[in-house]
């Protein structure tokens, strides 16, 4: 089965989401920011990523840029609720889909479904 990794600063809604994936057969692994993120990713190879990953207004790169600059193959899917300019500008729109908050989680699931098949379809 898929490794998802979810990336979640929130500890509760971090839990609730793995809980949800796990039950729904994928193996999950989980990190509280994207610094961590990014290890967890590079030693695991996860084949999804899910979370919260957009610019916190800081004005620092968001870290869906930042994980797709290391990993250009890396698919995910942000809560952020928008599409960030960085994304249409990299042409990065294949590999990267948008949940918008709040989602039930059969939304989650369906679109986790997606980008996992569409990983294997294009692997093929």
Do not use: W
């Not at 620092?60 to 995910?76: C, M, N, Q, V, Y």
């Not at 960085?86 to 989650?108: C, H, V």
């Amino acid at each position: 089965m898929a490794l998802i990794m979810v990336i979640e600063e929130d500890e509760l809604i971090r839990s609730i989401l793995c809980e949800v994936i796990a039950k729904s057969g994928y193996d999950v692994i989980e990190a509280p920011d994207c610094e961590l993120g990014e290890r967890l990713f590079h030693q695991n190879h996860a084949d999804l990523v899910i979370g919260h990953l957009c610019d916190s207004g800081s004005g620092s790169p968001d870290g869906i840029t930042l994980l797709k600059e290391k990993f250009p193959d890396a698919r995910i899917i942000t809560m952020a609720g928008r599409k960030t300019d960085s994304m249409e500008s990299a042409g990065l729109m294949s590999t990267i889909r948008t949940l918008t908050r709040p989602f039930k989680p059969q939304e989650m699931m369906r679109l986790i479904r997606e980008m996992v098949l569409a990983q294997k379809v294009s692997a093929e």
